[in-house]
């Protein structure tokens, strides 16, 4: 089956860094872009950061000159380095993947399971 996995989640003190990582695995014949997303406790789920297969970046306001997201050619893995730490970025970090695969050909959109950032001195 087709999956993404999240890691890098943790605690971290304000204004420190963390680095999450996605990877997808299974029959996937080509990933056209990947974003973060983040969810805390009494909100909506949110964008923090997309990137496609070209490597053309967009970012919420809010992490703007702070969070980078990266990936190689493939996509896969894909990256997301976190710098200046606030209280207000805690939550769950969920990875996400628009995909194409095959039999018959069709695009997909494919999330992972989480990871907690918890941002408190």
């Known amino acids: 089956q087709v999956q993404l996995v999240e890691s890098g989640g943790g605690l971290v003190q304000p204004g420190g860094s963390l680095r999450l990582s996605c990877t997808a695995s299974?029959?996937?014949?080509?990933?056209?872009?990947m974003g973060w997303y983040r969810q805390a406790p009494g909100k909506e789920r949110e964008l923090v950061a997309t990137i496609t297969s070209g490597g053309v970046a967009n970012y919420a306001d809010s992490v703007k000159g702070r969070f980078t997201i990266s990936g190689d050619n493939a996509k896969n893995p894909v990256f997301l380095e976190m710098n200046s730490l606030k209280p207000e970025d805690t939550a769950v970090y969920y990875c996400?993947?628009?995909?194409?695969?095959?039999?018959?050909?069709?695009?997909?959109?494919?999330w992972g399971q989480g990871t907690l950032v918890t941002v408190s001195s």
């Open positions: 299974g029959s996937i014949f080509s990933i056209r872009a």
């Open positions: 996400s993947a628009d995909i194409t695969v095959l039999g018959p050909v069709r695009n997909l959109e494919l």
